[in-house]
């Protein structure tokens, strides 16, 4: 690029006008502004730990929160009609294999497996040997 300046000479033309080419040196423009690519490296990584930690924050309290919740809470029920946590306290549990002792009934083997509610015990209980009356020695799966 080129610019063309007009002077006055004092020397020989006696003050009159003359034309000069004067050239113009170019910058070139830069390709790209804003940050350097370090900086946005760097920004990026930072980004990313803040996502990370987040996300590990996020998982320990949604953790933390089902963990706060009872068995009950997430509809865990035996067979026996028994709540999980108060089924994994008692005595019997469903699917163990019981052998009827002298002097059991149908009743106290339902309340072994339900104390709370022993009733819904007994029926599955009575559903499952097909009869209301246990001889000692004999096997049963507590439903």
Do not use: K
């Amino acid at each position: 690029m080129a610019a063309v300046e007009v002077m006055q000479y004092d020397g020989t033309f006696e003050g009159e006008p003359y034309l000069r080419l004067v050239e113009v040196a170019t910058v070139a423009a830069p390709l790209r502004t804003g940050p350097t690519l370090a900086q946005r490296r760097a920004s990026r990584a930072r980004m990313m730990q803040r996502r990370r930690r987040t996300l590990v924050a996020l998982g320990l309290v949604l953790g933390l929160a089902i963990l706060a919740f009872p068995g009950h809470a997430f509809g865990g029920v035996t067979g026996a009609g028994l709540s999980t946590d108060l089924a994994n306290s008692s005595v019997l549990a469903s699917g163990m294999d019981y052998v009827v002792q002298p002097g059991d009934t149908v009743n106290s083997i339902a309340r072994l497996m339900n104390p709370v509610d022993p009733s819904v015990a007994r029926s599955a209980l009575v559903h499952q040997i097909d009869s209301t009356v246990v001889v000692a020695g004999e096997h049963i799966v507590v439903p």
